[in-house]
């Protein structure tokens, strides 16, 4: 054995290690500036990879194996699910456009977004939904453990944040009632979002016997310390009939009304009747088989509830269903003719969907975004601070809603057309995590959900151009600083 350490000692001497590791370099770097070029979507960062790779040598190649591939693509490969067998649109059998009603389901100015949707989701549009605003945990959560204790045959429960607090042991004792009594009891949490509680709610669940999964878990054998490609999904659906979609997840914060409450939260939730369930049902399967490696038997589709909701569920991920939330939303800015109304939490949208709200405003659309004026993670605010300017310059109107702090994400276009669910206007939501949205054709849901923007916007404080661009120079250089990190905010 020493003799062979002794031999690999001498060959290590022999070696000229400056005159290899110039040898090696340009080589290196050839490879990793190839695999910038051919791999960037943005010339501007094709060109500065590039850039880094040859003027610093051998350090430039490992900067951009370690921050320049992109691994969110890499590793979501593995949650890709095939759906290239669907009809678009109009060809499935379901599709509330194949009936002959007596108007149209989609008016025609937003025809080309229901379009949209047809070619990337491959999910047919639904009629005969009713949707149900619900505001904070004291309106949205009695009605979902009612729900959970009336079910009679499956309980699917996927959530973000599932913190062990009281509220979270009140779901965890009504989901422990329905397993108790023969329902089949389904729960997925994301893995990062059940860290936010300890001990976590998982292993309470567990131990009642309750199917658990956790999505995506971190480890450190194999390693897997990944961030992203986080589900911030939030779905409960109840015998394949009624649904619940929206912001919230569980846990005392989303308690509203409680002024002891420091970290209360406004939100908005939402109860879902009719056929559109089914699509949140086949989202939340899709999701479970991946974590719990599990095929689950779909619920059958629900019949008409009745409502005149025409509906479709939106899944967006850095899987196949990438930047389709993007797509639809810059179709439907691009159809408004009167009114835009913007509500979201983090707003750090990107270029094209500014250009977007930009052109809206300049043909006359008005255009407005609400935000809250102080910001639960105060660094996402500050970076969307830097881009508001841009936006106002070109009349969009934009005001700070006082707290408690709002959670609410809602998208309401020309009083017809409403986007409801679970993603925020920045590059997680849009770009790194899976969401799941409810595209509503609804006059009447989109008027309830625009005369509550309206009460907001009254009571909310104005940002005006003159603030955006005088600042003060601190604020801007930190505005500015924090904005260079948006796409990892």
């Known amino acids: 054995m020493s003799s062979a350490l002794?031999?690999?000692?001498?060959?290590?001497?022999?070696?000229?290690?400056?005159?290899?590791?110039?040898?090696?370099?340009?080589?290196?770097?050839?490879?990793t500036a190839g695999h910038a070029l051919l791999t960037k979507r943005d010339a501007r960062a094709a060109w500065g990879w590039i850039a880094v790779c040859w003027l610093?040598?051998?350090?430039?190649?490992?900067?951009?194996?370690?921050?320049?591939?992109?691994?969110?693509?890499?590793?979501?490969?593995?949650?890709?699910v095939d759906r290239s067998d669907r009809d678009i649109g109009p060809a499935h059998a379901t599709d509330i456009r194949n009936t002959p009603p007596e108007k149209p389901p989609v008016p025609g100015w937003l025809q080309e977004v229901a379009r949209t949707a047809d070619v990337l989701t491959r999910r047919p549009l639904l009629g005969g939904n009713e949707v149900?605003?619900?505001h904070n945990g004291e309106q949205a959560y009695p009605?979902?453990?009612?729900?959970?204790?009336?079910?009679?045959?499956?309980?699917?429960?996927?959530?973000?944040?599932?913190?062990?607090?009281?509220?979270?042991r009140q779901f965890a004792d009504a989901l422990t009632r329905a397993h108790q009594r023969g329902v089949d009891v389904r729960v997925l949490v994301d893995d990062t979002g059940e860290r936010y509680s300890w001990p976590?709610?998982?292993?309470?669940?567990?131990?009642?016997?309750?199917?658990?999964?956790?999505?995506?878990?971190?480890?450190?054998?194999?390693?897997?310390?990944?961030l992203n490609l986080r589900n911030h999904r939030k779905l409960?659906?109840?015998?394949?009939?009624?649904?619940?979609?929206?912001?919230?997840?569980?846990?005392?914060r989303h308690l509203a009304e409680d002024p002891q409450n420091k970290k209360r939260a406004v939100d908005l939730h939402f109860e879902l009747h009719g056929p559109v369930v089914h699509q949140i049902a086949e989202v939340f399967a899709e999701d479970w088989r991946i974590a719990a490696r599990e095929k689950l038997q779909l619920p059958v589709i629900a019949d008409d509830a009745g409502g005149g909701a025409v509906c479709r569920a939106i899944t967006d991920g850095p899987n196949e269903d990438f930047e389709q939330l993007n797509f639809v939303m810059q179709a439907a800015i691009a159809a408004a003719r009167r009114e835009i109304l913007v509500m979201t939490?983090?707003?750090?949208?990107?270029?094209?969907?500014?250009?977007?709200?930009?052109?809206?405003?300049?043909?006359?659309?008005?255009?407005?975004?609400?935000?809250?004026?102080?910001?639960?993670?105060?660094?996402?605010?500050?970076?969307?601070?830097?881009?508001?300017?841009?936006?106002?310059?070109r009349?969009?109107?934009?005001?700070?809603?006082?707290?408690?702090?709002?959670?609410?994400?809602?998208?309401?276009?020309?009083?017809t057309y409403a986007l409801i669910g679970s993603a925020n206007w920045d590059p997680r939501s849009l770009l790194l995590n899976f969401e799941l949205n409810v595209e509503t054709y609804d006059p009447a849901l989109a008027r309830t959900l625009a005369t509550h923007f309206a009460e907001v916007w009254q009571r909310s404080e104005e940002f005006l151009l003159r603030d955006a661009q005088h600042p003060g120079f601190l604020r801007k250089l930190r505005n500015a600083l924090f904005w260079l990190f948006s796409p990892y905010l």
């Not at 350090?59 to 979501?76: D, E, H, M, Q, S």
């Not at 976590?200 to 990944?226: D, E, T, W």
């Open 143 to 168: 009605r979902m453990l009612a729900a959970i204790d009336g079910a009679r045959e499956h309980v699917w429960l996927s959530t973000y944040i599932f913190d062990n607090d009281r509220v979270g």
């Open 236 to 252: 409960l659906i109840i015998d394949g009939h009624l649904g619940y979609t929206g912001g919230m997840n569980i846990g005392v």
């Open 6 to 31: 002794d031999a690999l000692r001498q060959l290590a001497a022999g070696i000229d290690w400056k005159t290899l590791l110039l040898t090696l370099w340009p080589l290196v770097a050839i490879f």
């Open 200 to 226: 976590r709610i998982g292993r309470l669940l567990q131990r009642r016997g309750v199917a658990f999964a956790r999505f995506n878990p971190l480890r450190l054998m194999p390693p897997a310390l990944h």
């Open 345 to 393: 939490p983090y707003f750090l949208p990107s270029a094209e969907l500014i250009a977007a709200l930009q052109g809206a405003a300049l043909r006359g659309v008005r255009t407005v975004v609400l935000l809250p004026k102080r910001n639960n993670l105060p660094y996402v605010g500050w970076a969307a601070q830097h881009q508001l300017g841009q936006l106002l310059e």
């Open 132 to 134: 149900v605003p619900l």
């Open 395 to 415: 009349g969009v109107r934009i005001r700070f809603q006082p707290g408690p702090f709002c959670h609410s994400k809602l998208f309401v276009v020309d009083g």
């Open 56 to 80: 610093f040598p051998l350090a430039g190649p490992g900067l951009y194996y370690i921050f320049g591939i992109n691994r969110v693509r890499t590793r979501a490969r593995r949650f890709n």
